[in-house]
């Protein structure tokens, strides 16, 4: 069975760090696209940020870049959102990825690709 499940998602205060963890099983990263989108109530989901297994290609949403990085472990089947400098507008459910597309492709679908495998998500909240 294809699990992804996230952890990490916490409250924050503005300007404070966390750390997104994606743990994969049922399959292996190689050949696919992973990565975050997130979503708020009432808006579509968002891609934040996607990397691509085989070569490490990564993809930032213009609003997190410079805050945001993205690293998998493959060994581990593991991907890692680490998020500095918080601001309360990052807050929502922040939900995992896989998908067999490049890192960059998929985190441009709208609403994320709908056959893609998908975690069930983790809540980050940032108080101002």
């Known amino acids: 069975e294809v699990q992804l499940v996230e952890s990490g998602g916490d409250l924050v205060q503005a300007g404070g760090s966390l750390r997104l963890s994606c743990v994969a099983s049922?399959?292996?990263?190689?050949?696919?696209?992973i990565g975050w989108f997130r979503q708020v109530p009432g808006k579509q989901r968002e891609g934040v940020s996607c990397?691509?297994?085989?070569?490490?290609?990564?993809y930032y949403a213009d609003s997190v870049k410079g805050r945001f990085t993205i690293s998998i472990d493959n060994a581990k089947n593991t991907v890692y959102l680490q998020m500095n400098s918080l601001k309360p507008e990052d807050t929502a459910d922040y939900y995992c990825?896989?998908?067999?597309?490049?890192?960059?492709?998929?985190?441009?679908?709208?609403?994320?690709?709908?056959?893609?495998?998908w975690g069930r998500g983790t809540q980050v909240t940032v108080s101002s």
């Open positions: 990825v896989a998908d067999t597309l490049p890192g960059a492709v998929l985190c441009t679908v709208p609403n994320g690709p709908p056959a893609g495998y």
């Open positions: 049922g399959f292996t990263f190689g050949g696919y696209g």
């Open positions: 990397i691509t297994s085989s070569d490490g290609s990564t």
